[in-house]
């Protein structure tokens, strides 16, 4: 499941992908904060399900929904607004907005509008064998683990999961996993002020804190401790 996140504020962004992330694990997120990037995003990636801010610099989310819904009908358009009055109700119908999200995002509000992909685990384009090697991956991703473990733990190959894995993930094994736990240590480094990078290294899955800083950088462009400075800094301005 291929899934648009469009809102200027980075802090939001990070927010709803981490409270969906949790609970849809095999879904992949691609954020935006403008209607161009959102743009691009779709020429390159077929949307199964997006979340558009209404207010944003430049093109509205509506405006962007009004695209998204010539150039694919079968994307579920979900608007996210701070507005308590729908007054873009007409537009929102035209387009086939399938509900309303009001900032700041309740979880419990925002599952019950996701209740139906709960009924269906396999509504992502992964095969049962990747969904299974998914599954242990995002459960011990905090643990020493590699290809050939969870091979045998989905009973196959090593050499054809590894072959499986980077036909429909779209990644090699172990890119994907880096992936995930850097976006793992980055939640972390947000909801846990308190823990020193160390913690959040060790509960990412890293058992050297100078490797995770090192590849922290190089796939963010900034320290975990700079990372962590710029969103509690994106806090206080909201």
């Known amino acids: 499941m291929n899934v648009l996140l469009l809102d200027d504020e980075p802090l939001e962004l990070e927010q709803l992908e981490y409270l969906l992330q949790s609970k849809f694990p095999f879904w992949k997120f691609f954020k935006a904060a403008d209607a161009s990037q959102a743009h691009s995003i779709n020429l390159n990636h077929d949307i199964d399900l997006a979340f558009l801010d209404i207010h944003l610099p430049g093109k509205s989310g509506l405006e962007f929904g009004e695209e998204l819904r010539q150039s ?3 994307t579920e358009i979900i ?4 507005c308590q009055d729908f007054s873009y109700a007409q537009q929102s119908i035209r387009i086939g907005v399938v509900a309303y999200l009001t900032k700041p995002v309740v979880e419990s509000d925002l599952l019950q509008i996701l209740s139906k992909y709960k009924e269906d685990p396999f509504s992502q384009k992964y095969s049962h064998l990747i969904h299974c090697s998914l ?3 995002h459960e011990k991703f905090a643990e020493k683990i590699s290809l ?4 045998s733990e989905v009973h196959v190959n090593p050499t054809y999961l590894s072959r499986k ?3 429909e993930v779209g990644v090699p094994f172990s890119e994907y996993l880096i ?11 947000i909801a846990n002020p308190n823990w020193t990078i160390s913690d959040i290294a060790e509960n990412s899955g890293f058992r050297s804190q100078n490797y995770f800083s090192t590849l922290f950088r190089k796939m963010e462009g900034i ?3 700079e990372y962590r400075e710029k969103e509690k800094s994106q806090l206080v301005k909201l």
């Open 72 to 74: 694919n009908k079968d």
């Open 79 to 82: 608007m996210v607004t701070a």
């Open 135 to 137: 599954k242990v991956i």
């Open 148 to 151: 050939s473990e969870i091979a």
């Open 165 to 167: 894995f980077h036909e």
């Open 179 to 189: 992936q995930f736990r850097i976006q793992t240590a980055k939640r972390l480094l």
């Open 223 to 225: 320290s975990p401790k």
